[in-house]
Structure formats: structure tokens, C-alpha cells
């Protein structure tokens, strides 16, 4: 029988100057530096055998030129939305990446129950309210495109609470997704398949900065 699910490819962005610094970026519009852009060219190049139908990304600039520069191989036009953007840091972005530390290990002394709802500040997003239009927008994705394969380019902090979100990790885990990490998922619309992952080490004790 043929699998009639949609593969997503989910791209995390290329190297910033301030994933270098080691600063919360979020919804700061922080481009990619010269050394990323070189990066994502050899990623587009390994990708380059896969048969990409459509290319979607964040609408923040280190998002979309990602993905501008892989769908070029693919003759694509990139579709932007702010619905795969990364967490909304308010005070926090701009300030250095070691003070989630402290947040990470408050939301994983909570009850599990309460861990999605948590806010940190009542203007930074929770893991609620970010799963919130990122599934809703991968979901439509999946169920308007199937058989079909899909480049979508995100950020860090999405791809991470995704992961938590599908079992594969938990609130306080010692992971490191690095720049231009990818999940291969197969979906129907409704549930999410891990496939293949690139780039996600789990015993790296490194905080990310998003």
C-alpha cells in the first residue's frame, strides 16, 4: 500500500554572530554571518538529492535565508510565516543564552502537568503557546501536501520544545541542536514520525541559545 504521508524535512537555521556570542536571539531579526551562509550551501548541497515540492520558513531572516539558499537548488520560492518563529524572549533577547539555565531547571521541577503553561515573564511565550501555531501551521502543512516532501526552516528553541512535545526528550534534558540540525518526519496530518535526525546530541551539556 502506498505511504500517502507528507516527509517534512525540519531545517534549524545556519550560524548568526550572536549563536557565536552565546545571546537569546527570539524574535530579534539577527541575520546569517558569513561562516553560516557557507554552512547552509554544503547542507543544500547534501540535500540536493532529495526531491523538495514545496519550501516553507520563519519570516526571521536567518530563518528565511536558510531556506532561500537550499530551495535554490531546488528551483523553490521560499513561503514565509511568522507561525515557525522562535519563541518570543521579550526582556531576555539580546542577553546571554546561560540564564535559560535557570528557567529550564524551574520548568523541570514542576509538576508535568504544569510544564507547557509555565510562563517565565507574562511576556516571554510558553511551550503552550509556541506548540501552539507551530502545530497548528505544520499540521496544515502535512494534510494539504501529501506524498509529498517539504523543507521547513525554524529555530532551536521550536525544534527542541517539538521534540519534548513527541517523547523524544524531556523538560531539562542535556541537548544540543546545533546550527542546520534537521528531523525527517513522516505525518498524516494529525501525528508527527521521527524518521532520521541530523545534528541533535543529547549528551552535550551546552545550553542553546534560540
Known sequence: MKNNNCTIYLVRHGK???????????????????????EVEEL??????????????????????????IAAEH?????????????YFAHLEGK??????????????????????YKSHPLVESD????????????E???????????VVTHGGVIRIFLILLGFLTHGSNVRIGNLSYLKLESDGVDFFIKETKGIDIKDEEIENF
Open 16 to 38: 548568526t554572530n550572536w549563536n557565536k556570542q552565546g545571546l537569546i536571539q527570539g524574535h530579534t531579526d539577527i541575520p546569517l554571518n558569513i561562516e553560516g551562509e557557507k
Open 44 to 69: 543544500a548541497k547534501e540535500l540536493d538529492s532529495v526531491k523538495f515540492d514545496k519550501a516553507f520558513s520563519s519570516d526571521l531572516l536567518r530563518a528565511r535565508k536558510t531556506a532561500e539558499i
Open 75 to 87: 528551483k523553490l520560492v521560499v513561503e514565509t510565516t511568522k507561525a515557525l518563529r522562535e519563541r
Open 96 to 117: 546571554p543564552a546561560e540564564l535559560l539555565k535557570e528557567i529550564s531547571k524551574t520548568i523541570s521541577e514542576l509538576e508535568e502537568s504544569k510544564r507547557f503553561s
Open 128 to 139: 503552550e503557546e509556541l506548540m501552539s501555531r507551530f502545530l497548528t501551521f505544520l499540521r
Open 141 to 151: 502543512i502535512a494534510i494539504s501536501n501529501p506524498g509529498k516532501n517539504i523543507l
